[in-house]
């Protein structure tokens, strides 16, 4: 059985700093490109970095760009999304995805899903 475990999510002040794990079981994480999608209260779940399966390419949300960073250890199946400069506009639950093409992560089509860890940012 596939599973994505988000963890690392919390409460941290503006301009903190996070890193959210996904550990993957079940699936063989490197020919698996994954991502990293939020949703906050009240908005549509959106797209905040994909990585390929090997790490040689990344993406970001504009809104992200040159303060989160995302990678991965196929070797311990795990995938992160480290997060500086928090804002509070960066609050939401935060999930991992995984797929075996990178354009369906990054579609938000991806076949598995965590079930999410909360990111709360306070001003």
């Known amino acids: 059985q596939v599973q994505l475990v988000e963890s690392g999510g919390g409460l941290v002040q503006s301009g903190g700093s996070l890193r959210l794990s996904c550990t993957a079981s079940?699936?063989?994480?490197?020919?698996?490109?994954m991502g990293w999608f939020r949703q906050a209260p009240g908005k549509q779940r959106e797209m905040v970095a994909t990585?390929?399966?090997?790490?040689?390419?990344?993406n970001y949300a504009d809104s992200v760009k040159g303060r989160f960073t995302i990678s991965r250890d196929n070797a311990k199946k795990i995938g992160y999304l480290q997060m500086n400069s928090l804002r509070p506009e960066d609050t939401g639950v935060y999930f991992c995805?995984?797929?075996?093409?990178?354009?369906?992560?990054?579609?938000?089509?991806?076949?598995?899903w965590g079930q999410g860890t909360q990111v709360t940012v306070s001003s």
């Open positions: 079940g699936i063989e994480f490197h020919i698996h490109a």
């Open positions: 995805t995984a797929d075996y093409l990178l354009a369906a992560v990054a579609d938000g089509r991806g076949d598995h």
């Open positions: 990585i390929s399966n090997y790490g040689s390419s990344t």
